[in-house]
């Protein structure tokens, strides 16, 4: 039998759909011949009928496996922007003992790379982790020396391809739940991962990765800064969109239509589990139509370009 890629999601049941959109993502860019196993860390048992729902997505190429971690993070700080579900990751050496590495990502985004290919192919070597390097803004810079890390090799978790053979030999679970028992961190799990990896993560190219800022003009200049202007044009139309600021199933945001095109891949009977906006869900399927999306688009980033402009004129 193939051997299946292990892949690590943590949602709550609010975020069912989003996360059955990204999942559905994986699989429209992934080689038809890779399998995939994913593994679903939940807050309480999902209903069988999600259950159902989630395997009958493509039952020959993904298997499900549900954790249900209520009450396994106690006592460790949740800052109130985000659920206990975003700590998960952090158990994951320990809680997953027969397996060596995973990827772990984050419900808010939409695949364009084929993470089949991207989990057979690379080498963590003596890394700990692979993930994105985020392009350091200066308003971020003071943040993140003052908590021991290097701008411009500050990544963001919610995106990695984790090697858990070394992380259990290295007993890293404990430091970092260790680590995560303080207020004064702003993004907690991504902190402690960083602060305690630092120096053993790969780099992955930052189409595996695009943050909201990728995507934004106006930070075009840091991000060529720490990548490149060819980088900066392959994550435009094929980067992995990560939606780390507004949600694009609540608001209007950076690549809406990307969105809403793969949830109307979804089955009706999935899709029924959740009732959007009217508002958004009109736009929605404006923008899911290809040639409409570029239109807006192209308006949309001419204003933004003009009004970088003019704010770089003034000075």
Known sequence: MKERIHLVVAFTE?????????????????????????????????????????????????????????????????????????????????????????IYLDCDIIVRQDLGQLYQQVDLGDNYLAAVFEAALPHQIEYLERIGCQP??????????????????????QKLIDALKVPYLQFPDQDVLNILCQGRVHGLSPVYNSIRTFFLPQFKKEFVNRYSEKEWDLVQYSGTIHYTGGKPWNEFTIKFGEWWACYFKLPKALRAQWTPSPTVLRMGRIHSIPILNSFFLSVINTYRSIKNFIATRNE
Do not use: W
């Open 152 to 173: 411009g090799y500050y990544f963001n978790s919610g995106f990695l391809l984790m090697n858990l053979a070394l992380m259990r030999k290295d007993g890293l679970t």
């Open 14 to 102: 609010n975020y069912f759909v989003p996360a059955a959109t990204c999942i559905t993502s994986i699989l429209r860019n992934a080689e038809n011949s890779h399998l995939f196993e994913v593994i679903c860390l939940l807050t309480k048992d999902l209903p069988v009928h999600m259950k159902q729902l989630l395997e009958q997505i493509d039952p020959t190429r993904l298997s499900f496996r549900y954790i249900n971690l209520d009450g396994q993070l106690a006592g460790v700080y949740v800052d109130e922007r985000y659920t206990i579900a975003a700590s998960f990751r952090l158990l994951l050496p320990e809680l997953l003992k027969e397996y060596d590495k995973v």
